[in-house]
């Protein structure tokens, strides 16, 4: 009773509260949530590649310098001689790659790499969206299951006490009674599961928003749900096959295998350098105590034998080019099962929400029935406390459907991989202002 008292408080203090909706709660979950933010650093991360990559096809500059004091002693026929003297000197180097296949590799898997890096960024949002709707509705499922039980177990309260006074007047046996009192005292423990549950989904969201959840907000009253557009299995498969971001980011994958092996076979071919160079050197010894000299050519090398450590690697890199061949293919499967399964969720979720919903209706209809027939002498007390049980039943089962098949949409949009913003937004709109 102290719990109930304790929820029936904290919605009469928060009642006056404007409720958090799905979209702010996705915009809390934008700025605090750990995992997309450790998606959101690796992202930028991954935008230096198509520089590192690039660097290998542009000029290296070094500059160089050396200072030494030397200590000389000399012995020639006429005596010995000594000198000390220190020498100086600096200079600049030039490389300029004229020919080097490897470095265009790179160059273009440093491309490449920067694109994945976007394509998996993009699959850690729309996997925000994913879960934070999923903890979003299971926060809610877990209030409407509060309110079920806790209706159920007022209901089995109040036909506790009928049951007791008409025992007393002596219409009912003492079965009636214990049946009702069965009734009231698992719907008890039911509402204390409930309220642990409830508990649970709010710390599941706290865990996503980075703080404790305002009261949120609930679906409309009799809110439709409408079939996705374009209406047909096929058309979402196809979009699947090709959209969705995990075989987007396997494609690129498999691109950057394919250019390793380019890398590999690189390392038989010659490579051309551009070298420059200026020096200056000081030396007191010499004749001259000071010499500059400038040179420019081409240096042109020539692998010739690595201990056939080329030749593995190339192996090792066609080796795993079909692995990414093979991870691409999965991929592929992976998003055409999920966007079969979605679709089956979707519209099979709405026709068990339709269904639910005439239960809902012919679940009341029975409920009065039984109550009316149990105070005319018809009905006994079990048919009532059965009635109430099964409203309940069905008004949970409706509600879970609902969200269920909100989520399945949302995973529909998510495997043709076009799942984004406008999408949180318009599932915002069914929620009550």
């Known amino acids: ?36 933010s450790a998606a959101r650093a690796q992202f930028e991360a991954g935008q230096e590649k ?33 000198g000390d003297y220190d020498r100086r000197g600096y200079g600049v180097q030039l490389t300029q790659p004229l020919f080097r296949w490897q470095n265009w590799v790179q160059s273009r898997q ?18 925000l969206v994913l879960r934070v709707a999923e903890a979003y509705f ?23 006490e009928l049951a007791k006074t008409s025992f007393e007047v002596g219409t009912v046996t003492i079965t009636d009674v214990h049946e009702a009192q069965s009734r009231f005292d698992l719907a008890s423990a ?32 009799g809110v439709a749900l409408q079939r996705p557009q374009p209406d047909s299995i096929v058309d979402w498969v196809d979009a699947a096959e090709l959209g969705n971001l995990g075989v987007q980011a396997q494609q690129l994958v498999r691109e950057i295998a394919a250019r390793e092996v380019e890398y590999a076979r690189a390392g038989h071919l010659p490579t051309v350098d551009l070298v420059a160079s200026h020096g200056v050197n000081r030396n007191p010894q010499l004749s001259v105590d000071r010499s500059e000299a400038t040179s420019i050519g081409v240096q042109l090398n020539l692998p010739l034998y690595a201990g056939g450590r080329v030749s593995s690697v190339t192996r090792e890199a066609a080796a795993l080019r079909m692995k990414a061949d093979a991870d691409l293919e999965d991929a592929r499967r992976t998003a055409v099962l999920a966007a079969r399964q979605s679709w089956l969720g979707v ?14 209706v012919s679940s009341t209809s029975a409920l009065e029935a039984n109550k009316l027939g149990y105070e005319v002498g018809v009905r006994i007390n079990i048919d009532v406390l059965n009635a109430q049980t099964q409203l309940a039943d069905t008004l949970q089962r409706l509600a879970r459907a ?3 098949t909100l989520l399945a949409q949302l995973r ?17 709109a069914l929620l009550a202002p």
């Open 1 to 36: 009773m102290n719990r109930v008292l304790a929820l029936c408080l904290a919605g009469l203090f928060s009642s006056g509260a404007l409720a958090a909706d799905l979209m702010q709660v996705y915009r809390d979950a934008l700025a605090n949530d750990a995992k997309f």
């Open 50 to 82: 198509v520089v590192q990559g690039r660097a290998g096809l542009l000029p290296q500059i070094g500059l160089s310098a050396d200072a030494s004091w030397n200590d000389n002693e000399n012995e020639v026929r006429t005596g010995r001689t000594s």
């Open 110 to 127: 440093g491309e490449l790499q920067t694109a994945l890096a976007g394509a998996q960024f993009d699959a850690q949002r729309q996997d």
């Open 138 to 160: 299971d926060v809610l499922n877990a209030q409407d299951a509060v309110a079920a039980v806790s209706q159920l177990r007022t209901a089995a309260g109040e036909q506790l």
């Open 190 to 221: 039911q509402e204390i599961a409930a309220q642990n549950q409830l508990e649970v989904a709010r710390q599941v969201l706290a865990q996503i928003i980075g703080r404790q959840p305002d009261a949120l907000a609930g679906l409309r009253e």
């Open 347 to 360: 519209t099979s979720g709405m026709a068990e929400v339709r269904a639910l919903e005439a239960a809902q």
């Open 402 to 404: 609902r969200y269920d």
């Open 412 to 428: 529909l949009k998510a495997a043709a991989g076009t799942l984004g913003e406008d999408d949180v937004s318009a599932i915002n």
